[in-house]
């Protein structure tokens, strides 16, 4: 997650900070959570004190490809 890295915060920080624990953060992390809840994310962005329209203006939700066509 880049925004973890350009905020240099380790996933036990993050966890503290946002109250998700580190177990869901890591599975996010790790491709093994691919649909989080819009909570789980608005708590993420509490945690790295941005808002949802910064976390989702990255280029991997730039770039990702439409399901439906």
Known sequence: ????YDKRLSI??????SAVPP???KNILYGKSVNPGIVTI???????DISITEFF???EFRELEQEIE
């Not at 036990?12 to 900070?17: C, G, I, Q």
């Open 1 to 4: 997650m880049q925004l973890m």
């Open 42 to 48: 608005k708590m993420l962005c509490d945690g790295m």
């Open 12 to 17: 036990h920080k993050l966890a503290m900070d």
């Open 57 to 59: 203006n990255t280029k």
């Open 23 to 25: 177990s869901t953060i």
